[in-house]
């Protein structure tokens, strides 16, 4: 049985990235595209980090969206690409045999990241519940939509109907959930300097300025100041 109040952890969640391909990214306007693909990117790292089996599904690629974002490929070299001609994946066997082998090992939790919001994140969410008793948890910062109110409204009908919203990061810390768990502690920190902007500017400022360790990068000699006269 599902349960919502339970957080997100490595053992009972699963990862879906529905159509993270150029075309689509060409519509979006509801978030900077440069950060979107930084975000399904941390996100995709964060599963890797933590071994969450992760499903990615294409529509068209040959014909009209084009190949997956090569940062995304890049973190899963060894996964299959489950192309579909549907906008609904769920309407694709293969989508539906992956996400059912996960939740047949107690992953019944599948967060997901897709391009458009509107249609293929919600036909998905909408007729995945409808059919199983999988929990949806829909990354709002790693999706996008072809407008603010796309975006919004589509996410707020998604809600209505038991999807639960999240962002990124916010997975990202719920699978880690404990400092003391140093067996990821470093790659997180890693990722969060890498990917979370701000917040991983402040863990190198309290690394180098706080904590007295080294800069994580080799440059050249600080030299200066000289006064010009």
């Not at 990241?113 to 519940?129: D, I, K, M, Q, R």
């Not at 790693?142 to 038991?162: E, F, I, N, P």
């Not at 999807?163 to 404990?178: A, F, S």
Request: with cysteine; aromatic share 8%; charged share 20%.
């Amino acid at each position: 049985m599902s349960n919502k109040l339970q957080v997100l952890t490595p053992q009972n969640s699963q990862l879906i990235f529905i159509d993270q391909q150029p075309q689509m990214a060409f519509g979006v306007q509801s978030i900077d595209r440069q950060t979107l693909k930084n975000n399904v990117v941390g996100l995709a790292k964060a599963g890797k980090i933590f071994n969450i089996p992760t499903t990615i599904t294409t529509v068209e690629t040959s014909s009209f969206s084009g190949n997956t974002f090569p940062e995304l490929l890049s973190v899963f070299p060894e996964n299959d690409i489950l192309e579909r001609t549907s906008m609904n994946s769920w309407d694709d066997q293969n989508v539906r045999d992956a996400l059912a082998q996960n939740a047949a090992n107690g992953r019944k939790k599948v967060v997901v990241s897709g391009l458009w919001t509107e249609v293929c994140n919600t036909t998905f969410a909408l007729s995945c519940l409808n059919d199983t008793d999988y929990e949806i948890y829909m990354v709002a910062d790693a999706s996008g939509g072809t407008s603010l109110d796309a975006h919004k409204y589509a996410m707020d009908r998604m809600v209505q109907a038991g999807v639960i919203p999240v962002t990124w990061q916010q997975v990202l810390l719920e699978w880690q959930r404990d400092w003391a768990r140093k067996e990821t502690y470093d790659a997180v920190t890693s990722l969060v300097k890498e990917h979370s902007g701000a917040y991983g500017m402040g863990i190198d400022y309290a690394v180098t300025h706080v904590h007295g360790g080294t800069e994580r990068v080799s440059h050249g000699k600080r030299i200066g100041p000289k006064p010009a006269k």
